[in-house]
Nanobody, 115 residues
Framework: QVQLVESGGGLVQAGGSLRLSCAAF????????MEWYRQAPGKQRDLVAR???????TYADSVKGRFTISRDNVKKTVYLQMNSLKPEDTAVYYC?????????WGKGTLVTVSS
């Protein structure tokens, strides 16, 4: 079993930056993909960024050039560096990971971007 714990959310002005962290605990040796999703009020949960064990990354079009996902396999932690934040980035951000046993979600961290 894997537990994911996010941190780093908060209130920031438009144009500012935040870095989210997601630490994995438990039986983490077989984790494959790690991802960040976000869900704004009244909207569905959408993929923001993905990183695999090989280091490949994928981004939603809305965050390309502004957000960077990175991964520390020793610390079992994935990061999301968010720059040039916009009010439309306001959402609860969730960490996701999967392995051969299934999929895991964190409880989320709130990011609020004021205009």
């Amino acid at each position: 079993q894997v537990q994911l714990v996010e941190s780093g959310g908060g209130l920031v002005q438009a144009g500012g930056s935040l870095r989210l962290s997601c630490a994995a605990f438990g039986s983490t040796f077989s984790i494959n993909t790690m991802e960040w999703y976000r869900q704004a009020p009244g909207k569905q949960r959408d993929l923001v960024a993905r990183t695999t064990t090989s280091g490949s990354t994928t981004y939603a079009d809305s965050v390309k050039g502004r957000f960077t996902i990175s991964r520390d396999n020793v610390k079992k932690t994935v990061y999301l560096q968010m720059n040039s934040l916009k009010p439309e980035d306001t959402a609860v951000y969730y960490c996701y990971a999967d392995d051969y046993r299934g999929a895991y979600w964190g409880k989320g961290t709130l990011v609020t971007v004021s205009s």
